[in-house]
């Protein structure tokens, strides 16, 4: 996972989140996000925002399996996904779900 990525991925959910923001900015940081969801590695970083090891907030919990739940509706059978790849996500759906927290509810 490239740390830069997801520094700025962590950047860019704060922008659109912060009431003070300007529309010109929430715009360009929403478009940031979306390159990600058309990114094969984006339910990679989705995982890491969604896991409760990483302490985020639960918006940005959210958008992490918003990012996964992308891949795995839409792009299941892209050509993009190779057979590794789709177990990584299939290993990080199932290990989310034996880790909800009692707040998850």
Same mark, same amino acid.
């Given at each position: 996972? !490239? &740390?830069?990525? +997801?520094?700025?991925?962590?950047? $860019?959910?704060?922008?659109?989140?912060?009431?003070?923001?300007?529309?010109n900015a929430r715009q360009q940081a929403q478009e940031?996000?979306?390159?990600?969801?058309? @990114?094969?590695?984006?339910?990679?970083y989705g995982y890491y925002l969604a896991h409760k !090891?990483?302490?985020?907030?639960?918006?940005?919990?959210?958008?992490? =399996?918003? +990012?996964?739940?992308?891949?795995?509706?839409?792009?299941?059978? @892209? $050509?993009? =996904?190779?057979? &590794? =790849?789709?177990?990584?996500i299939r290993m990080n759906v199932m290990a989310l779900?034996?880790?909800?927290? @009692?707040? !998850?509810?």
């Open positions: 996972m !490239d &740390e830069s990525v +997801l520094r700025n991925l962590l950047s $860019a959910l704060e922008t659109i989140n912060n009431a003070a923001t300007t529309n940031y996000c979306e390159t990600l969801k058309r @990114d094969p590695a984006g339910p990679l !090891d990483n302490q985020q907030p639960d918006i940005v919990r959210h958008f992490g =399996l918003s +990012l996964m739940e992308n891949t795995a509706r839409y792009k299941w059978s @892209d $050509a993009s =996904l190779t057979p &590794e =790849l789709k177990g990584q779900a034996s880790e909800v927290l @009692d707040c !998850d509810h």
